[in-house]
């Protein structure tokens, strides 16, 4: 199917765009969500072109109109399934029906496997877990299968008309897989992902199937940039795929295979400048006097949501209704304006939802209507947009308490609609609630807390009114949907280029010929080099790595030589390290940097111990080890190591996030850090770390030449300190602020011999 270029006709006003991360020559943006921003459908004969219901249309419908004039991209593509059959799509574009600012690839997929993909893995097992509404999931693995094969369909449609350094932004729940669906294709790919909906916590995510759960990780880290409108998804996604995908992260940077991936909130806007200018529209102000009119001297309460249960519509009423018994002074004096669009009406549960709405109503309506008045006006349709403003301005009290939402934009609309009065009540499990913190928060299940909130905004005093109004009107002026997107995009573009610095950069023969030129040009020479991981292989037990002989012969031959200082700097134990190594003449750091022993010299703590912390730690940590079978405690002078080296993967790695998890709350504003290393999770001392052992160690022996090869989690901090310094090397392929990486540990004896005197090297032999 051949692309078709389309053109929205808009009167909004778009905020002007800013300077452009990527030359315009360089890329297409590539928008793919489930459905495009407008339907197709004959009614009577005649083709309608209706635009699309829903957040994501508007916002990025907006932003495609108020920079189709501007060059960040050289083009625009909307990818999505067409709304309506292919026969009905091709008459309007004969008959010129089709608007035409960006272009436009329709998918047609066939009818069976869309509808278990949409109705089916989308909305009947997807929304409602996300939502947390788990009792309401379907687990059908016909509905995934094909849920997979309508992912895969977007991808070959994408496929078909990426070009080299364009950049693709997937939208939303249904295309979950897509991601990694592209990258296995595309692996240089630029590719954001944003999730429209709440992001649950991982306790609710685990009920779906193992590998199912494994696969949707697996698609949406995927994407370079995963985006969530709050912080809380942010952290359930990082959580989640830690669970999962036993990765790692650092703040909001999860470490996936041998890429980096960015993980942050980006809170959408509306357009905001377009509800303002609505304000003095004639039309709207024709409808919004006439609405005033109607309802003279009664204060209007507004809500308008989609069919859904997550919009706790009989929540709603259940509160509004008490309100009604509890003031029966506003009798007469108050109306409720309750706008309900249609969705999903081919459901049965949405139809029979619909049906107990209207009963509840009915007997509201039955119980305190007069002869002149009812407290509820209910409708069942579609609204245009004017007559959307129109409600929002005429409302004295927006009444939006959904059960969960991802972040309710119908909250913003009404608050940027607003000129002199207004009060949102808004419930406190909504996206917007963060950001909204002026409105008056509620429980949505609370009846007693809803009908009391709608007493206090009626009596609101108009100055209070304005003062809460400017607050967040501010707010969603300056991140509106402009901002929302170029956000994101910058961000993506940054992420990019992070990516690009932090690549695993291997050594390579030109690499060690330069590092050992430098070396031998040196007076002073200083190597610090970690213990297990770098020169011995990892054991089952720590007892069990003992030096070899051919450590041993190595670290005697680098210490011959009078201009190097060889530094041991481990996590390992005073005890074991003199043990092992005591007779060699280097420097030895121990438990991180608790202690040091300098060449010829005793050992020295660095920092005063105090223990009295391990008896809080300890009946915690022998507990995981109770519930692990073949982990164990490993206990030093200034730490505790519980390991899980010798432990089932799966368990073991799910344990440690749990034992890491209750360890951050233990020790929450004590002294104390968590230090998240390979396979072990330890306790300590904050600012004891081997960054802040190697400066100190460095500043004493004053050398001009300095290599720092390390395995571990732990050994980031001497890379970081040493960055500036130093040669850093990493042993292994995981993400690293080391400058070089050398892929496996036995590869360690070859490089550290290159150091060695050739004349050494023949007499050892």
């Known amino acids: 199917m051949s692309i078709q270029h389309f053109k929205f006709i808009s009167g909004c006003n778009g ?26 459908e004959k009614q009577n004969g005649e083709i309608i072109v209706r635009q699309s219901s829903g957040g994501l249309v508007s916002a990025i419908k907006s932003y495609m109109e108020a920079n189709k004039d501007h060059q960040r991209y050289t083009g625009k593509i909307w990818i999505g399934n067409m709304d309506g059959n292919e026969r009905d799509w091709k008459e309007a574009e004969e008959k010129g029906l089709l608007p035409e600012d960006f272009s436009v690839k329709p998918i047609f997929p066939d009818n069976f496997t869309y509808k278990n993909f949409y109705n089916g893995f989308s909305n009947s097992t997807l929304w409602p877990l996300f939502h947390y509404f788990p009792s309401l999931v379907e687990f059908r693995k016909d509905y995934f299968e094909d849920y997979k094969k309508i992912n895969q369909l ?21 295309l979950l897989l897509l991601p990694d669906m592209l990258r296995r294709v595309l692996p240089e790919a630029t590719i954001g992902f944003f ?45 989640s795929a830690k669970m999962i995908l036993q990765v790692e992260s650092q703040f909001n940077t999860v470490f996936y295979g041998n890429r980096m991936v960015r993980v942050d909130q980006f809170p959408i806007g509306i357009d905001y400048q377009k509800f303002r200018a609505a304000c003095i529209d004639e039309t709207v102000v024709g409808i919004c006097t006439e609405i005033e009119e109607n309802f003279y001297d009664q204060k209007i309460i507004f809500s308008v949501d989609r069919l859904d249960y997550t919009k706790g519509i009989s929540y709603r009423l259940d509160g509004f209704e008490h309100f009604l018994e509890q003031h029966p002074e506003f009798k007469e004096k108050i109306v409720f304006i309750l706008n309900i669009v249609p969705s999903r009406d081919t459901i049965a549960s949405y139809n029979e939802m619909k049906k107990e709405i209207e009963v509840q109503i009915s007997t509201i309506n039955g119980n305190f209507s007069t002869l002149h008045w009812q407290p509820i006006i209910y409708r069942y349709n579609h609204l245009e947009f004017e007559e959307l403003c129109a409600l929002y301005q005429a409302a004295d009290v927006a009444l939006i308490t959904p059960l969960r939402d991802g972040m309710n934009l119908v909250a913003k609309e009404y608050i940027a609609s607003c000129i002199d009065k207004g009060i949102l009540i808004l419930s406190e499990l909504t996206g917007a609630a963060s950001e909204l913190n002026e409105a008056v928060l509620v429980n949505p299940t609370d009846t007693d807390e809803v009908a009391n909130a709608i007493y ?4 609101m005093p108009l100055l209070e009114q304005r003062s809460r109004l400017s607050y967040m009107q501010r707010r969603i002026a300056e991140y509106d949907v402009q901002k929302w997107i170029n956000d994101f995009m910058d961000q993506l573009i ?8 932090l690549k695993v950069n291997i050594l390579k023969e030109d690499h060690i010929k330069k590092i050992v030129d430098d070396f031998n040009k040196a007076n002073k020479r200083c190597i610090l080099l970690d213990y297990d991981g770098t020169l011995a292989p990892y054991q089952k037990l720590p007892s069990m790595a003992a030096p070899s002989g051919e450590l041993m012969l190595l670290l005697e031959q680098l210490t011959r030589d009078s201009s190097n200082e060889i530094v041991i700097i481990s996590g390992r134990d005073v005890d074991t390290l003199e043990k092992w190594l005591g007779k060699l003449p280097m420097n030895m750091i121990a438990e ?12 020295k703590e660095q920092v005063a111990v105090n223990t009295e912390w391990k008896e809080q730690v300890r009946p915690l940590m022998q507990l995981f080890v109770d519930r692990c079978a073949g982990s164990f405690i490993e206990e030093k002078k200034s730490t505790l190591a519980w390991h899980y080296r010798n432990t089932n993967q799966e368990l073991g790695f799910m344990r440690s996030r749990e034992l890491r998890n209750a360890l951050l709350q233990l020790t929450a504003n004590t002294p104390l850090q968590v230090v998240d290393g390979n396979k072990v999770l330890e306790v300590r001392m904050v600012g004891v770390d081997k960054g802040m052992a190697a400066l100190s160690v460095i500043a004493g022996i004053e050398p001009d030449f300095i290599l720092c090869i390390g395995d571990d989690a732990t050994d980031e901090d001497m890379f970081k300190a040493m960055r500036d310094k130093a040669y850093t090397i990493k042993i292994g392929r995981a993400n690293t602020s080391a400058q070089y990486t050398i892929v496996s540990q036995k590869d360690v ?15 050892s032999r």
């Open 154 to 174: 977007f991808a070959d449609n994408i496929l078909s008309v990426y070009q080299p350094g364009d950049i693709i932004w997937v939208h939303d729940y249904q």
């Open 456 to 459: 206090f905004a009626l009596t």
């Open 195 to 239: 999730l429209h909906i709440p992001f649950p916590s991982y306790e609710i995510l685990r009920l779906l199937p193992t590998e199912w759960k494994k696969q949707l990780m697996q698609g949406i880290m995927g994407a370079d940039l995963i985006g969530f409108h709050t912080h809380d998804y942010v952290q359930h996604f990082i959580q």
């Open 494 to 501: 940054i992420t990019k280029k992070d990516q690009e610095a």
């Open 15 to 40: 905020l002007i765009f800013g300077q452009p991360l990527l030359r315009p020559s360089m890329s297409r943006l590539i928008i793919i969500s489930n459905r495009l921003p407008f339907s197709v």
């Open 749 to 763: 004896f070859p490089f550290l011999k290159r150091f060695v005197p050739r004349v050494e090297q023949k007499i």
């Open 592 to 603: 991180h940097g608790a202690c040091v022993k300098y060449k010829g010299e005793e050992w």
